[in-house]
């Protein structure tokens, strides 16, 4: 995609820029349910933890009130309550902590959906927002991904920096703090040493095992984007009988994504074993510290079993700790790429204070208009012309005279290089995109149909449309007769980019939402260029009619749709090579000239 790297991997600095464009989500400004939500949640949090820390002690006073000590001696203090309200006791703690989280989870699952379905709009709007030469260059399946994985690591990461980071840091604290106080400055010793061994470890074996999966996902998109491609280009697969290429092809990607799949699980696996054994001998360094405390009459049999608990207690949010660290670096990569999309700059934007357009005439004015793709390539070079109100120019040329670009500055895909375009004396650069969309109508040479009805696809050039509008639409068109004969008439699906409907149908499905938009400006895009003469006749007449008290700008191919054009331009080179009425233009003998012998020959041939 142009403007974009590769893959802009975060790190450092990137990384918590990432980390600031989400926690507005998190706290959301003037909303306040949100934020009661969230302090909600973060109560649930703190009541849950609470019980985690506080429900191994339940299990020492049961342990104790069960063993009887030395010599029959009746246990006294606390631990004369019953062993059966203390494992009851215990069981209500453990049962409170998923109470708690659960509670907080659900509380909280508003803000996080909520949070995704911005961004994920906010996503959708701004590519949709840049120019054309963006889309003419990026990789669908690639994009897609991206923003697949960006949003839902959005969500990951809200929840994660607000219930793990944080409460696992304070559990981790709590329980060395207990084991202190409880136990001892050797055990204190012995738990940190073990904590800071399992971070370090965990922490360089995750940035390894990142770089692992950068690739990973690199390979994926890469999978994906073959997969995309080739079934959008399904006829043309088929066309060169390429069925086993384009298997190859994503066989050939596949293999890279298994290998580099298959590395980051062996990784994974290497990353748990290390893990278990660092906690496995913290454990067992506190446990013979705590049997040979018991056997001294230290410790009760109840104090062996809290410090097993409490070290399984470690255990949980330090693998915990693993896992998050892992994944929040890497909804940091996946999110690093979504933001890198998201400061894609629009190419065209709107004057700041831009007015709507008001069409009157519909006068449309090219001046000195100049433009290039790259500056070493210039496309068009001084293009004068004026269409009245009403009135219709055609421009015709070979292949790269600048024919297409003329409609795309029309529309404002792009920005003029030099001179400008004017409707009714508006500067197009002066008025909303918006609102100049709205007044111009296209009917283009590949029309592209959404995957849906009939109905919905002419409907799309009025939303507001009623089906009795939508229905004389298309006998405008000359397409009703042909949609009621369909089984599921108007709500007959095209299927992907109107695959179903032939060149002719998906032209006139085109046609008739161009009458149901209504435009005064109407670009007509070699709109009958790729079909047969009988059809083009056919389609011709709904142009005419659809031409009719509107200024119409057309691109053309074959010559004999514009004999009746006010003006003809030649363009050569990117420039107006030749202008006039098709009569006069044939009486010059040039270019024109030249063009509708051999145009007549060949059709006579």
């Not at 069981?91 to 907080?104: D, H, K, N, P, T």
């Not at 709007?125 to 990789?139: A, G, P, T, W």
């Not at 066989?251 to 906690?279: D, H, P, W």
């Not at 089984?487 to 002719?504: Q, W």
Request: proline share 3%; hydrophobic share 45%.
């Amino acid at each position: 995609m142009r403007g974009m790297k590769k893959r802009q991997h975060t790190d450092g600095v990137a990384e918590w820029s990432v980390v600031r464009q989400v926690l507005p989500y998190l706290w959301p400004e003037g909303e306040a349910e949100a934020k009661i939500r969230v302090i909600t949640a973060v109560g649930f949090l703190i009541l849950a933890k609470i019980a985690t820390v506080v429900t191994p002690f339940f299990f020492k006073y049961a342990v104790d009130a069960i063993v009887p000590l030395k010599d029959g001696e009746i246990p006294q203090g606390a631990f004369l309550v019953a062993p059966v309200a203390l494992v009851m006791a215990y069981c209500a703690a453990r049962v409170s902590q998923i109470l708690f989280a659960q509670l907080r989870d659900a509380v909280f699952s508003r803000v996080g959906q909520r949070a995704l379905r911005r961004l994920a709009i906010r996503t959708f709007r701004h590519v949709h927002s840049l120019s054309l030469r963006f889309h003419l260059e990026r990789k669908t399946g690639a994009m897609s991904r991206i923003i697949e994985r960006g949003v839902k690591g959005v969500e990951f990461l809200l929840r994660f920096m607000l219930f793990s980071i944080v409460p696992l840091v304070l559990e981790l604290f709590l329980v060395a703090g207990i084991f202190f106080w409880h136990f001892g400055p050797w055990f204190l010793a012995v738990i940190i040493a073990t904590i800071v061994v399992y971070v370090f470890f965990t922490f360089k074996v995750t940035e390894w095992r990142v770089k692992i999966r950068r690739d990973m996902n690199d390979k994926d998109t890469d999978a994906n984007q073959k997969a995309v491609d080739a079934l959008l280009n399904y006829e043309t697969v088929k066309y060169f009988s390429a069925e086993r290429r384009e298997s190859d092809r994503y066989e050939g990607a596949m293999i890279g994504y298994e290998n580099a799949a298959v590395k980051t699980q062996t990784t994974l696996a290497f990353l748990n074993l290390g893990q278990s054994v660092i906690i496995s001998v913290g454990l067992g360094f506190v446990m013979v510290f705590a049997a040979n405390k018991v056997l001294a009459g230290q410790l009760t049999v109840g104090d062996f079993v809290l410090v097993n608990a409490l070290m399984m207690q470690i255990t949980m949010p330090l693998n915990f700790l693993g896992t998050v660290y892992r994944e929040i670096r890497q909804s940091l990569i996946d999110m690093g790429d979504m933001f890198t999309l998201l400061g894609q700059p629009a190419e065209v934007q709107d004057k700041p204070g831009a007015k709507a357009l008001v069409v009157t005439e519909g006068r449309v004015k090219f001046e000195g208009v100049q433009f290039h793709y790259e500056p070493e390539r210039t496309i068009l070079k001084g293009v004068d012309f004026a269409a009245r109100g009403g009135g219709t120019v055609a421009v015709i040329g070979q292949s790269g005279a600048g024919k297409s670009t003329i409609a795309r500055l029309l529309f404002r895909f792009y920005d003029v290089s030099g001179g400008r375009i004017t409707i009714d004396g508006q500067d197009l650069r002066d008025v909303t995109q918006e609102s100049l969309r709205q007044k111009i109508g296209v009917v283009p040479q590949d029309t592209v149909l959404f995957n849906d009805t009939i109905r919905y696809n002419i409907g799309y050039g009025d939303p507001e449309a009623t089906s009795e509008q939508i229905e004389q639409a298309a006998r405008d068109a000359a397409i009703h007769e042909f949609v009621e004969s369909l089984p599921d008439g108007y709500d007959t699906i095209v299927g992907e980019r109107g695959l179903k409907l032939s060149g002719g149908e998906k032209q006139r499905v085109a046609i008739a939402r161009a009458i149901l938009k209504n435009p005064p400006i109407l670009i007509l895009d070699e709109a009958t260029s790729a079909l047969d003469s009988g059809t083009e006749r056919d389609i011709q007449d709904s142009l005419r009619r659809l031409s009719e008290n509107r200024t119409v700008v057309t691109i053309a191919h074959r010559l004999s749709t514009i004999v009746d054009a006010d003006e003809i331009l030649v363009m050569q080179d990117g420039q107006v090579a030749e202008r006039g009425s098709h009569a006069s233009l044939l009486l010059q003998a040039g270019l024109y000239a030249e063009m509708w012998q051999r145009q007549e020959a060949s059709e006579a041939a």
